[in-house]
């Protein structure tokens, strides 16, 4: 998954939507652990803004 | 570092738990992962003026941004139905500024003795045979790890810290609503909270929520209802150039919703969970102030009678019980009524709105919308018949 950082408004959006709770938001960081990722795309989707890309 | 409670997260829920468990003597940490509390804002800021008097929170002139006199629904085809703020069940009342609500909430935490981190993620749970013994944290370049007899999850839509607990919040996409808000100027101000239905935000609303100088003009849609990345803009730009074509952007506010039934669970070993984080969001109307400031209340009182009694199993249960009984189900029969209202058109949507517009009703609800429309649009009747 990757982040456009232009974009992202580090709101939790997909933090709390991820079914596999792979994601995690520090203060202005998104960090993806890809060992939990199951590539559901829900993420890309819920993003208010588009800042997200399935990779 | 040890103590008797952590709350993880500032919002209304942490701070009210976090000061309700001190008044009862517990020692008491919250640790924030923003530099400032109630930063940035993720709400549309409207909340009952009815609800913070029960709870017993008083108005400050500081967060008070405008007195709202009632809501107005708007249909697709452009007709409305006025709700004063009783008709409204309570659900407007004033407009505020979160960010000020947040730090006043957490300000109170503080007189009430309560430690505040800032800048410090969690990103674990101690967990050790069974029970929930603490949190792990980077805080300004160092990882920490902070014990407690309690944790209690007031970590927002997010909600990791119940999940890393062992407590499912997960959601399906029904019942998860992304939303973006523009805080706007150059725009007309009103008196009423305005909610636009329909095709204009699919499985949603947009809103126009008016403050002095500005108003938040937002709009959510269902996760489900989703086709491209980056919709929820596309929805939000088009209903602006519509609505406000000269109006002028000074804040962008991004943020997701929840909208489910309750869920089945929001207490562990040692652990529990309150407001957004438990889910206890109205599926509905997407209101949480109210509920995460009445659900932080009973947990902060739980957790002093757990804390007395230096008992962290059996006692946390009382706080499923207190706070199911007290919402348990207003939040499922609106659900409910969420399902079945993201499964209508926008020629059903003119009907309902035309109906409560003709219809002199002293309180919404499902059953008084019901008979409006058996008397005006019979037909439709079987349509909604799910909503009972």
């Given at each position: ?8 408004m580090y ?7 991820c ?6 938001l520090?203060?202005?960081?998104i960090?993806?652990n890809?060992e939990?990722c ?5 993420c ?12 | 570092?040890?103590y008797?409670?952590v709350v ?12 309700i468990?001190a ?8 640790i924030e992962?923003?530099q400032?509390?109630?930063v940035?804002?993720r709400?549309g ?7 913070l008097?029960q709870?017993g ?7 008070i ?26 659900e ?9 609500f947040d ?6 935490a503080?007189?009430?003795g309560?430690?505040?981190?800032l800048?410090?993620s969690v990103f674990?749970v101690i967990?050790?045979?069974?029970k ?31 999940r890393?607990s ?5 959601l ?9 808000q523009?805080?706007?100027t ?8 305005d909610?636009?239905?329909?095709s204009?935000a ?37 209903f602006?150039?519509k ?15 929840s909208?489910?039934a309750p869920?089945?669970?929001t207490?562990?070993n ?8 438990a889910?206890q ?14 659900c ?5 009182e ?12 059996e006692t946390?249960k ?14 499922y029969r ?8 993201t ?12 109906t ?8 919404v ?6 008979k ?7 037909e439709?009747?079987?349509e ?5």
């Amino acid at each position: 998954m990757k982040v456009d950082k232009t974009k992202c408004m580090y709101c939790g959006s997909c933090v709390g939507t991820c079914p596999e709770n792979a994601i995690f938001l520090e203060e202005t960081s998104i960090v993806f652990n890809d060992e939990l990722c199951i590539k559901c795309g829900l993420c890309e989707k819920v993003c208010p803004v588009g800042a997200i890309t399935m990779g | 570092m040890k103590y008797d409670v952590v709350v993880v997260g500032t919002g209304p829920a942490g701070s009210r738990t976090a000061k309700i468990a001190a008044d009862n003597g517990c020692s008491v940490l919250m640790i924030e992962k923003r530099q400032e509390i109630g930063v940035p804002v993720r709400c549309g800021e409207g909340v009952s003026k009815a609800g913070l008097k029960q709870i017993g929170i008083q108005p400050e002139n500081s967060w008070i941004a405008s007195d709202i006199k009632g809501a107005r629904i708007y249909a697709p085809n452009g007709k409305h139905v006025l709700l004063s703020e009783e008709q409204a069940g309570g659900e407007v009342g004033y407009n505020i500024y979160r960010d000020i609500f947040d730090k006043s909430l957490a300000k109170q935490a503080g007189k009430s003795g309560v430690d505040i981190m800032l800048k410090s993620s969690v990103f674990d749970v101690i967990k050790e045979s069974g029970k929930i013994k603490g949190v792990k944290v980077k805080s300004m370049g160092k990882n920490l790890e902070i014990k407690a007899d309690v944790v209690a999850a007031a970590d927002g839509f997010e909600s990791q810290v119940g999940r890393w607990s062992g407590i499912d919040t997960s959601l399906k996409p029904n019942d998860v609503v992304p939303s973006l808000q523009y805080t706007m100027t150059n725009i007309d101000y009103t008196e009423y909270n305005d909610f636009y239905i329909g095709s204009v935000a699919p499985g949603g609303y947009a809103w126009v929520f008016p403050k002095e100088n500005e108003a938040n003009v937002g709009l959510g849609v269902q996760l489900s209802k989703i086709e491209e990345r980056g919709d929820v803009k596309k929805y939000l730009d088009k209903f602006v150039e519509k609505k406000f074509p000269k109006g002028k952007i000074v804040r962008i506010v991004a943020g997701c919703v929840s909208a489910c039934a309750p869920i089945e669970k929001t207490v562990g070993n040692g652990v529990l969970l309150v407001g957004d984080a438990a889910r206890q969001i109205d599926p509905l109307t997407g209101g949480g102030i109210l509920n995460a400031l009445i659900c932080g209340t009973i947990a902060g009182e739980v957790i002093g009678n757990a804390v007395g009694k230096q008992e962290f199993n059996e006692t946390l249960k009382w706080y499923e019980k207190k706070w199911r009984d007290k919402l348990e189900d207003k939040l499922y029969r609106n659900w409910i009524a969420k399902e079945k209202a993201t499964t209508l058109n926008d020629e059903t949507f003119n009907k309902i709105i035309d109906t409560l517009s003709g219809y002199d009703f002293k309180k919404v609800s499902t059953i008084e919308i019901l008979k409006g429309i058996n008397q005006k649009h019979p037909e439709l009747t079987r349509e909604l018949e799910g909503l009972i």
